[in-house]
Protein backbone atom coordinates (compact mmCIF):
# COMPACT_ATOMS: atom_id res chain seq x y z
CA UNK A 1 0.00 0.00 0.00
CA UNK A 2 2.96 2.28 0.30
CA UNK A 3 3.58 2.60 -3.10
CA UNK A 4 -0.08 3.02 -4.01
CA UNK A 5 -0.12 6.26 -0.84
CA UNK A 6 3.00 7.45 -2.57
CA UNK A 7 1.14 7.81 -6.17
CA UNK A 8 -1.87 9.06 -5.05
CA UNK A 9 -0.18 11.68 -2.66
CA UNK A 10 1.52 13.01 -5.76
CA UNK A 11 -1.53 12.80 -7.91
CA UNK A 12 -0.03 11.33 -10.52
CA UNK A 13 -2.24 8.30 -10.50
CA UNK A 14 -5.46 10.31 -9.91
CA UNK A 15 -4.63 12.45 -13.22
CA UNK A 16 -3.73 8.55 -15.04
CA UNK A 17 -7.51 7.56 -14.16
CA UNK A 18 -9.26 10.57 -14.95
CA UNK A 19 -7.59 11.39 -18.35
CA UNK A 20 -7.30 7.65 -19.35
CA UNK A 21 -11.06 6.82 -18.72
CA UNK A 22 -12.23 10.09 -20.35
CA UNK A 23 -10.06 9.59 -23.03
CA UNK A 24 -11.05 5.79 -23.91
CA UNK A 25 -14.82 6.44 -23.28
CA UNK A 26 -14.79 8.90 -25.74
CA UNK A 27 -13.04 6.90 -28.49
CA UNK A 28 -15.69 4.43 -27.65
CA UNK A 29 -18.55 6.60 -28.34
CA UNK A 30 -16.96 8.53 -31.30
CA UNK A 31 -16.47 4.50 -32.53
CA UNK A 32 -20.19 3.92 -31.76
CA UNK A 33 -21.29 6.62 -33.62
CA UNK A 34 -19.14 5.63 -36.60
CA UNK A 35 -20.22 2.22 -36.77
CA UNK A 36 -24.07 3.09 -36.27
CA UNK A 37 -24.06 5.69 -39.27
CA UNK A 38 -22.86 2.48 -41.52
CA UNK A 39 -25.52 0.04 -40.30
CA UNK A 40 -28.10 2.90 -40.38
CA UNK A 41 -27.13 3.49 -43.93
CA UNK A 42 -27.02 -0.60 -44.76
CA UNK A 43 -30.13 -1.10 -42.48
CA UNK A 44 -32.13 1.68 -44.71
CA UNK A 45 -30.55 0.49 -48.43
CA UNK A 46 -32.02 -3.09 -47.30
CA UNK A 47 -35.78 -1.82 -46.21
CA UNK A 48 -36.01 -0.02 -49.51
CA UNK A 49 -34.51 -2.81 -51.43
CA UNK A 50 -37.32 -5.35 -49.60
CA UNK A 51 -40.09 -2.67 -50.11
CA UNK A 52 -39.53 -2.71 -53.89
CA UNK A 53 -39.11 -6.48 -53.98
CA UNK A 54 -42.61 -6.63 -52.20
CA UNK A 55 -43.96 -4.09 -55.03
CA UNK A 56 -42.39 -5.43 -57.77
CA UNK A 57 -44.26 -9.05 -56.79
CA UNK A 58 -47.53 -6.71 -56.73
CA UNK A 59 -46.93 -5.81 -59.79
CA UNK A 60 -45.67 -9.05 -61.23
CA UNK A 61 -48.99 -10.13 -59.85
CA UNK A 62 -51.16 -7.94 -62.39
CA UNK A 63 -49.37 -8.23 -65.15
CA UNK A 64 -47.32 -5.27 -65.22
CA UNK A 65 -45.02 -5.53 -68.34
CA UNK A 66 -41.62 -4.30 -66.03
CA UNK A 67 -42.35 -6.60 -63.21
CA UNK A 68 -42.37 -9.40 -65.66
CA UNK A 69 -39.33 -8.51 -67.23
CA UNK A 70 -36.34 -10.25 -66.36
CA UNK A 71 -34.11 -8.20 -68.11
CA UNK A 72 -35.98 -4.59 -66.48
CA UNK A 73 -35.79 -5.89 -63.16
CA UNK A 74 -32.12 -7.54 -63.20
CA UNK A 75 -30.37 -4.65 -65.26
CA UNK A 76 -32.28 -1.85 -64.64
CA UNK A 77 -35.10 -1.93 -61.43
CA UNK A 78 -33.41 -3.49 -58.74
CA UNK A 79 -30.12 -3.47 -56.84
CA UNK A 80 -29.53 -5.98 -54.14
CA UNK A 81 -27.83 -4.45 -51.02
CA UNK A 82 -25.76 -7.07 -49.34
CA UNK A 83 -24.11 -6.03 -46.50
CA UNK A 84 -20.95 -7.27 -43.99
CA UNK A 85 -22.66 -8.78 -40.83
CA UNK A 86 -21.98 -6.93 -37.84
CA UNK A 87 -19.66 -8.29 -35.27
CA UNK A 88 -19.26 -7.34 -31.86
CA UNK A 89 -17.49 -4.34 -30.72
CA UNK A 90 -16.64 -3.24 -33.48
CA UNK A 91 -16.45 0.31 -32.83
CA UNK A 92 -13.58 -0.26 -30.26
CA UNK A 93 -11.24 -0.51 -33.40
CA UNK A 94 -12.43 0.62 -36.90
CA UNK A 95 -9.39 -1.09 -38.72
CA UNK A 96 -9.65 -1.54 -42.51
CA UNK A 97 -13.70 -0.31 -42.40
CA UNK A 98 -12.98 3.17 -43.31
CA UNK A 99 -11.05 1.58 -46.35
CA UNK A 100 -12.95 -0.41 -47.80
CA UNK A 101 -17.05 -0.55 -48.35
CA UNK A 102 -18.95 -2.89 -46.14
CA UNK A 103 -22.28 -2.36 -48.42
CA UNK A 104 -22.58 -3.32 -52.46
CA UNK A 105 -25.53 -2.79 -54.18
CA UNK A 106 -25.68 -6.05 -56.61
CA UNK A 107 -27.59 -6.04 -59.88
CA UNK A 108 -27.26 -8.69 -63.04
CA UNK A 109 -24.48 -6.52 -64.27
CA UNK A 110 -20.65 -7.34 -64.02
CA UNK A 111 -19.02 -6.94 -60.62
CA UNK A 112 -17.42 -4.39 -61.88
CA UNK A 113 -20.24 -2.05 -61.68
CA UNK A 114 -20.23 -1.87 -57.99
CA UNK A 115 -17.09 -3.45 -56.96
CA UNK A 116 -15.95 -0.08 -58.42
CA UNK A 117 -17.26 2.15 -56.26
CA UNK A 118 -14.99 1.28 -53.53
CA UNK A 119 -12.92 4.79 -52.58
CA UNK A 120 -13.06 5.90 -48.94
CA UNK A 121 -16.00 8.18 -48.27
CA UNK A 122 -14.94 10.62 -46.22
CA UNK A 123 -11.06 11.45 -47.27
CA UNK A 124 -10.39 13.87 -44.30
CA UNK A 125 -11.06 10.81 -41.69
CA UNK A 126 -8.91 8.70 -44.24
CA UNK A 127 -6.35 11.49 -43.63
CA UNK A 128 -6.32 11.85 -40.05
CA UNK A 129 -7.24 8.46 -39.01
CA UNK A 130 -9.78 7.11 -36.72
CA UNK A 131 -9.91 8.51 -32.91
CA UNK A 132 -10.89 4.47 -31.69
CA UNK A 133 -10.19 2.90 -28.60
CA UNK A 134 -7.83 0.87 -30.64
CA UNK A 135 -5.69 4.26 -31.34
CA UNK A 136 -5.62 4.78 -27.61
CA UNK A 137 -4.39 1.41 -26.67
CA UNK A 138 -1.65 1.42 -29.32
CA UNK A 139 -0.38 5.19 -29.14
CA UNK A 140 -1.51 6.54 -25.44
CA UNK A 141 -0.89 3.06 -23.33
CA UNK A 142 2.96 2.83 -24.42
CA UNK A 143 3.20 6.74 -23.48
CA UNK A 144 1.66 6.13 -19.92
CA UNK A 145 3.93 2.68 -19.12
CA UNK A 146 6.65 5.11 -19.99
CA UNK A 147 5.67 8.17 -17.66
CA UNK A 148 5.07 5.79 -14.65
CA UNK A 149 8.15 3.09 -15.12
CA UNK A 150 10.78 5.11 -16.76
CA UNK A 151 12.38 5.85 -13.33
CA UNK A 152 11.69 3.11 -11.13
CA UNK A 153 15.14 1.88 -10.85
CA UNK A 154 17.13 4.94 -11.91
CA UNK A 155 14.93 7.62 -9.90
CA UNK A 156 15.19 5.57 -6.33
CA UNK A 157 18.80 5.41 -6.93
CA UNK A 158 18.85 8.77 -7.56
CA UNK A 159 17.11 9.76 -4.77
CA UNK A 160 19.02 7.72 -2.37
CA UNK A 161 16.41 5.52 -1.86
CA UNK A 162 17.94 1.95 -2.85
CA UNK A 163 21.38 2.89 -1.02
CA UNK A 164 19.63 3.58 1.95
CA UNK A 165 17.66 0.60 1.90
CA UNK A 166 20.86 -2.04 0.83
CA UNK A 167 22.53 -0.53 3.61
CA UNK A 168 19.41 -1.50 6.02
CA UNK A 169 19.71 -5.21 4.62
CA UNK A 170 16.71 -4.95 2.93
CA UNK A 171 16.68 -6.31 -0.63
CA UNK A 172 16.54 -4.14 -4.10
CA UNK A 173 15.47 -6.53 -6.41
CA UNK A 174 12.38 -6.91 -4.14
CA UNK A 175 12.01 -3.15 -3.36
CA UNK A 176 11.51 -2.69 -7.14
CA UNK A 177 9.55 -5.91 -7.84
CA UNK A 178 7.34 -4.44 -5.20
CA UNK A 179 6.81 -1.11 -6.60
CA UNK A 180 6.50 -2.90 -10.50
CA UNK A 181 4.05 -5.01 -9.71
CA UNK A 182 2.35 -2.11 -7.85
CA UNK A 183 2.21 0.09 -10.56
CA UNK A 184 1.56 -2.60 -13.16
CA UNK A 185 -1.54 -3.88 -11.42
CA UNK A 186 -3.21 -0.62 -10.86
CA UNK A 187 -2.61 -0.02 -14.54
CA UNK A 188 -4.11 -2.90 -15.78
CA UNK A 189 -7.02 -3.10 -13.56
CA UNK A 190 -7.63 0.82 -14.72
CA UNK A 191 -7.42 -0.48 -18.23
CA UNK A 192 -9.76 -3.66 -17.70
CA UNK A 193 -12.04 -1.31 -16.36
CA UNK A 194 -11.77 1.31 -19.12
CA UNK A 195 -12.56 -1.62 -21.41
CA UNK A 196 -15.32 -2.91 -19.92
CA UNK A 197 -16.94 0.54 -19.97
CA UNK A 198 -16.00 1.64 -23.03
CA UNK A 199 -17.87 -2.08 -24.22
CA UNK A 200 -21.05 -0.94 -22.58
CA UNK A 201 -21.16 2.32 -24.92
CA UNK A 202 -21.55 -0.12 -28.12
CA UNK A 203 -24.43 -0.99 -29.82
CA UNK A 204 -26.13 -5.10 -29.74
CA UNK A 205 -26.87 -7.67 -27.40
CA UNK A 206 -24.28 -8.95 -25.05
CA UNK A 207 -24.03 -12.79 -26.07
CA UNK A 208 -21.32 -15.16 -25.80
CA UNK A 209 -19.44 -13.74 -28.31
CA UNK A 210 -19.37 -10.38 -27.01
CA UNK A 211 -17.82 -11.64 -23.74
CA UNK A 212 -15.20 -13.53 -26.03
CA UNK A 213 -14.49 -10.46 -27.86
CA UNK A 214 -14.06 -8.40 -24.57
CA UNK A 215 -11.76 -10.66 -23.38
CA UNK A 216 -9.58 -10.88 -26.11
CA UNK A 217 -9.64 -7.14 -26.17
CA UNK A 218 -8.58 -7.40 -22.06
CA UNK A 219 -5.92 -10.16 -22.47
CA UNK A 220 -4.09 -8.37 -25.19
CA UNK A 221 -3.67 -4.87 -24.39
CA UNK A 222 -2.50 -6.02 -20.68
CA UNK A 223 0.24 -7.98 -22.52
CA UNK A 224 1.29 -5.19 -24.88
CA UNK A 225 1.23 -2.88 -21.45
CA UNK A 226 3.43 -5.58 -19.90
CA UNK A 227 5.54 -5.47 -22.66
CA UNK A 228 6.34 -1.75 -22.69
CA UNK A 229 6.19 -1.88 -18.71
CA UNK A 230 9.34 -4.86 -18.54
CA UNK A 231 10.81 -2.71 -21.08
CA UNK A 232 11.05 0.81 -18.61
CA UNK A 233 12.22 -1.55 -15.70
CA UNK A 234 15.23 -3.11 -18.44
CA UNK A 235 15.62 0.49 -19.80
CA UNK A 236 15.90 1.69 -15.92
CA UNK A 237 18.34 -0.69 -15.19
CA UNK A 238 21.17 -0.24 -17.39
CA UNK A 239 20.99 3.54 -17.74
CA UNK A 240 23.31 6.17 -15.63
CA UNK A 241 20.18 8.78 -14.81
CA UNK A 242 16.21 9.79 -15.40
CA UNK A 243 16.97 11.94 -18.57
CA UNK A 244 19.04 9.00 -20.28
CA UNK A 245 16.18 6.53 -19.42
CA UNK A 246 13.55 8.58 -20.41
CA UNK A 247 15.04 9.41 -24.24
CA UNK A 248 15.74 5.68 -24.47
CA UNK A 249 12.24 4.77 -24.12
CA UNK A 250 10.55 8.03 -25.99
CA UNK A 251 13.10 6.58 -28.91
CA UNK A 252 11.93 3.33 -28.28
CA UNK A 253 8.43 4.26 -28.63
CA UNK A 254 8.94 6.57 -31.97
CA UNK A 255 11.00 3.32 -33.54
CA UNK A 256 8.22 0.82 -32.40
CA UNK A 257 4.87 2.53 -32.56
CA UNK A 258 5.41 5.21 -35.50
CA UNK A 259 8.33 4.44 -38.32
CA UNK A 260 8.27 0.40 -37.92
CA UNK A 261 4.70 0.56 -38.87
CA UNK A 262 4.90 3.33 -41.44
CA UNK A 263 8.07 1.48 -42.95
CA UNK A 264 6.41 -1.35 -43.16
CA UNK A 265 2.99 -0.21 -44.97
CA UNK A 266 6.02 1.64 -47.70
CA UNK A 267 7.88 -1.37 -48.04
CA UNK A 268 4.13 -3.37 -48.65
CA UNK A 269 2.65 -1.30 -51.18
CA UNK A 270 6.66 -0.94 -53.26
CA UNK A 271 7.02 -4.34 -53.11
CA UNK A 272 3.57 -5.19 -54.67
CA UNK A 273 2.36 -1.62 -55.98
CA UNK A 274 -1.86 -1.91 -56.31
CA UNK A 275 -3.09 -1.98 -60.06
CA UNK A 276 -3.70 1.23 -61.48
CA UNK A 277 -6.69 2.43 -61.22
CA UNK A 278 -6.38 4.51 -64.87
CA UNK A 279 -5.63 0.86 -66.41
CA UNK A 280 -9.19 -0.10 -64.56
CA UNK A 281 -11.36 2.85 -65.98
CA UNK A 282 -9.46 2.60 -69.49
CA UNK A 283 -10.23 -1.04 -69.88
CA UNK A 284 -13.93 -0.32 -68.87
CA UNK A 285 -14.68 2.54 -71.16
CA UNK A 286 -13.15 0.32 -74.34
CA UNK A 287 -14.70 -2.74 -73.36
CA UNK A 288 -18.60 -0.75 -73.13
CA UNK A 289 -17.32 1.17 -75.92
CA UNK A 290 -16.67 -2.38 -77.98
CA UNK A 291 -20.28 -3.99 -76.63
CA UNK A 292 -22.14 -1.08 -77.80
CA UNK A 293 -20.54 -1.66 -81.02
CA UNK A 294 -22.25 -5.20 -80.99
CA UNK A 295 -25.72 -4.09 -79.41
CA UNK A 296 -25.54 -1.13 -82.44
CA UNK A 297 -24.58 -4.07 -84.78
CA UNK A 298 -26.95 -6.52 -83.33
CA UNK A 299 -29.95 -4.30 -83.50
CA UNK A 300 -29.00 -3.31 -86.86
CA UNK A 301 -29.50 -7.26 -88.16
CA UNK A 302 -32.61 -7.30 -86.07
CA UNK A 303 -34.33 -4.86 -87.58
CA UNK A 304 -33.02 -6.38 -90.97
CA UNK A 305 -34.50 -9.28 -89.83
CA UNK A 306 -38.15 -8.04 -89.28
CA UNK A 307 -38.60 -5.38 -91.90
CA UNK A 308 -42.30 -5.13 -90.88
CA UNK A 309 -41.14 -3.71 -86.60
CA UNK A 310 -40.48 0.22 -86.74
CA UNK A 311 -39.06 2.04 -83.68
CA UNK A 312 -37.45 -0.21 -80.69
CA UNK A 313 -36.81 -3.98 -80.33
CA UNK A 314 -39.10 -5.80 -78.31
CA UNK A 315 -37.90 -5.86 -74.58
CA UNK A 316 -36.89 -9.59 -74.86
CA UNK A 317 -34.21 -9.15 -77.69
CA UNK A 318 -33.47 -5.91 -76.31
CA UNK A 319 -32.38 -7.64 -73.14
CA UNK A 320 -30.84 -10.60 -74.25
CA UNK A 321 -28.62 -8.28 -76.19
CA UNK A 322 -27.71 -6.86 -73.05
CA UNK A 323 -26.96 -9.76 -71.52
CA UNK A 324 -24.41 -10.84 -73.87
CA UNK A 325 -22.86 -7.65 -73.67
CA UNK A 326 -22.41 -7.61 -70.42
CA UNK A 327 -20.85 -11.03 -70.31
CA UNK A 328 -18.58 -9.63 -72.91
CA UNK A 329 -18.09 -6.77 -70.77
CA UNK A 330 -17.26 -9.14 -67.63
CA UNK A 331 -14.74 -11.10 -69.21
CA UNK A 332 -12.02 -8.41 -70.01
CA UNK A 333 -12.99 -6.71 -66.47
CA UNK A 334 -13.07 -9.80 -64.76
CA UNK A 335 -8.94 -10.76 -65.26
CA UNK A 336 -8.35 -7.15 -63.95
CA UNK A 337 -10.31 -7.39 -60.88
CA UNK A 338 -8.82 -10.58 -60.01
CA UNK A 339 -5.71 -8.99 -60.51
CA UNK A 340 -6.61 -6.26 -57.57
CA UNK A 341 -7.81 -9.35 -55.30
CA UNK A 342 -4.35 -10.99 -55.73
CA UNK A 343 -3.01 -7.96 -54.96
CA UNK A 344 -4.41 -7.68 -51.55
CA UNK A 345 -3.75 -10.95 -50.92
CA UNK A 346 -0.12 -10.36 -51.56
CA UNK A 347 -0.27 -7.44 -49.61
CA UNK A 348 -1.66 -9.35 -46.71
CA UNK A 349 1.02 -11.91 -46.89
CA UNK A 350 3.49 -9.77 -46.66
CA UNK A 351 1.87 -7.58 -43.72
CA UNK A 352 1.59 -10.95 -41.90
CA UNK A 353 5.42 -11.56 -42.61
CA UNK A 354 6.09 -8.07 -41.05
CA UNK A 355 3.77 -7.63 -38.11
CA UNK A 356 6.30 -9.35 -35.68
CA UNK A 357 8.73 -6.46 -36.27
CA UNK A 358 6.62 -4.36 -34.20
CA UNK A 359 4.36 -5.10 -30.74
CA UNK A 360 2.53 -2.22 -31.93
CA UNK A 361 1.97 -4.02 -35.24
CA UNK A 362 0.99 -7.31 -33.36
CA UNK A 363 -1.54 -5.79 -31.32
CA UNK A 364 -3.41 -3.68 -33.68
CA UNK A 365 -3.73 -6.72 -35.98
CA UNK A 366 -4.80 -8.60 -33.17
CA UNK A 367 -7.40 -5.92 -32.02
CA UNK A 368 -9.26 -5.84 -35.14
CA UNK A 369 -9.17 -9.02 -35.99
CA UNK A 370 -11.10 -9.34 -32.68
CA UNK A 371 -13.38 -6.83 -33.68
CA UNK A 372 -13.90 -8.24 -36.97
CA UNK A 373 -12.86 -5.05 -38.80
CA UNK A 374 -9.14 -6.33 -40.01
CA UNK A 375 -8.32 -6.90 -44.12
CA UNK A 376 -8.74 -10.87 -43.41
CA UNK A 377 -13.00 -10.24 -42.77
CA UNK A 378 -12.97 -8.19 -45.47
CA UNK A 379 -11.76 -10.38 -47.96
CA UNK A 380 -13.80 -13.39 -46.89
CA UNK A 381 -17.02 -10.38 -47.12
CA UNK A 382 -15.69 -9.76 -50.73
CA UNK A 383 -16.02 -13.33 -51.68
CA UNK A 384 -18.85 -14.07 -50.30
CA UNK A 385 -20.02 -11.14 -52.46
CA UNK A 386 -18.64 -12.23 -55.98
CA UNK A 387 -20.69 -15.71 -54.71
CA UNK A 388 -23.67 -14.46 -54.23
CA UNK A 389 -23.65 -12.01 -57.81
CA UNK A 390 -22.85 -15.29 -60.07
CA UNK A 391 -26.26 -16.47 -58.20
CA UNK A 392 -28.24 -13.08 -58.80
CA UNK A 393 -26.82 -12.99 -61.95
CA UNK A 394 -27.58 -16.65 -62.99
CA UNK A 395 -31.12 -16.16 -61.66
CA UNK A 396 -31.93 -13.37 -64.31
CA UNK A 397 -29.78 -14.23 -67.49
CA UNK A 398 -31.56 -17.80 -67.51
CA UNK A 399 -34.82 -16.38 -67.84
CA UNK A 400 -33.77 -13.81 -70.07
CA UNK A 401 -32.47 -16.70 -72.27
CA UNK A 402 -35.55 -19.17 -71.75
CA UNK A 403 -37.89 -15.99 -72.75
CA UNK A 404 -39.21 -16.93 -69.10
CA UNK A 405 -41.14 -14.24 -67.41
CA UNK A 406 -41.07 -13.63 -63.65
CA UNK A 407 -44.27 -14.62 -62.10
CA UNK A 408 -45.09 -13.04 -58.27
CA UNK A 409 -43.38 -16.63 -57.02
CA UNK A 410 -39.78 -15.45 -58.49
CA UNK A 411 -39.79 -12.93 -56.15
CA UNK A 412 -39.80 -15.30 -53.49
CA UNK A 413 -37.29 -17.57 -54.71
CA UNK A 414 -35.04 -14.68 -55.27
CA UNK A 415 -31.12 -15.23 -54.19
CA UNK A 416 -30.14 -14.78 -50.60
CA UNK A 417 -26.81 -13.18 -49.30
CA UNK A 418 -25.61 -14.94 -46.98
CA UNK A 419 -22.25 -12.88 -45.19
CA UNK A 420 -19.32 -15.07 -43.59
CA UNK A 421 -19.58 -15.67 -39.97
CA UNK A 422 -17.62 -14.65 -36.99
CA UNK A 423 -15.72 -17.47 -36.44
CA UNK A 424 -14.13 -17.49 -32.82
CA UNK A 425 -12.22 -20.54 -33.11
CA UNK A 426 -10.13 -18.85 -36.31
CA UNK A 427 -9.76 -15.46 -34.35
CA UNK A 428 -8.15 -17.47 -31.40
CA UNK A 429 -5.71 -19.31 -33.85
CA UNK A 430 -4.77 -16.21 -34.86
CA UNK A 431 -3.70 -14.10 -31.40
CA UNK A 432 -1.97 -17.44 -30.16
CA UNK A 433 0.84 -16.53 -31.46
CA UNK A 434 1.67 -12.64 -31.36
CA UNK A 435 0.33 -12.95 -27.46
CA UNK A 436 2.98 -15.92 -27.03
CA UNK A 437 5.73 -13.50 -28.67
CA UNK A 438 4.76 -10.73 -26.54
CA UNK A 439 4.93 -12.11 -23.79
CA UNK A 440 8.40 -13.87 -24.72
CA UNK A 441 9.69 -10.70 -25.07
CA UNK A 442 8.48 -9.44 -21.54
CA UNK A 443 9.47 -12.30 -19.61
CA UNK A 444 12.60 -12.09 -21.45
CA UNK A 445 13.35 -8.18 -20.56
CA UNK A 446 12.04 -9.16 -16.77
CA UNK A 447 14.71 -11.94 -16.36
CA UNK A 448 17.32 -9.59 -17.89
CA UNK A 449 16.21 -7.03 -15.16
CA UNK A 450 15.97 -9.04 -12.61
CA UNK A 451 19.75 -10.06 -13.39
CA UNK A 452 21.02 -6.96 -12.85
CA UNK A 453 18.92 -5.96 -9.53
CA UNK A 454 20.40 -9.80 -8.17
CA UNK A 455 23.60 -7.46 -8.03
CA UNK A 456 23.02 -3.96 -6.46
CA UNK A 457 26.87 -3.23 -7.30
CA UNK A 458 26.03 -3.14 -10.98
CA UNK A 459 23.29 -0.51 -10.31
CA UNK A 460 25.45 1.65 -8.00
CA UNK A 461 28.19 1.47 -10.28
CA UNK A 462 26.15 3.38 -12.70
CA UNK A 463 25.71 5.70 -10.58
CA UNK A 464 29.17 6.45 -10.14
CA UNK A 465 30.17 6.51 -13.84
CA UNK A 466 27.47 8.88 -14.00
CA UNK A 467 29.13 11.33 -11.17
CA UNK A 468 32.49 10.87 -12.53
CA UNK A 469 31.78 11.52 -16.28
Given at each position: ?24 L ?22 E ?10 Q ?45 R ?5 A ?7 D ?84 G ?18 V ?66 Q ?25 Q ?33 I ?65 V ?53
Amino acid sequence: MGELNLLRREQIMVWIVIGLLVAMLFAAFSGRLLIAEKRSIASQADNEAQMLIASLKTQAAGGADTARSAGAVGYSVLAMPVSKAATPLEGLAIGQNDFLPETYRVTARGAHTFFGQSDPENSLRLALGNFDVAFIVIWVLPLLAIGLFFDIVVGERERGVLALASVAGASVGRIVRYKWWSRFSVLALLLAFALFLSALLQQGPWGTTTTFVLTGWIVTTIVYLALWCALALYVSTVTRSSESAATYLAGAWLVFVVLVPAIGNLLVTSVVPPPSRVELTATLREATEQADKAIAAQREQWFFDHPDVSGDMDRQAYYASVARSEAEIDKVMSPLLAEFAQNSRDQQRIVESLKYLSPSTLTFRALTALSGSDGDQHAAFRDAVIAFHEKWRRFFVSRIETAEAMTAEDYDRLPVFEPPAYETRAILRLLIAPMLVMLGLTCGLCFLASRRLRNPEDIFALSSQNRYS
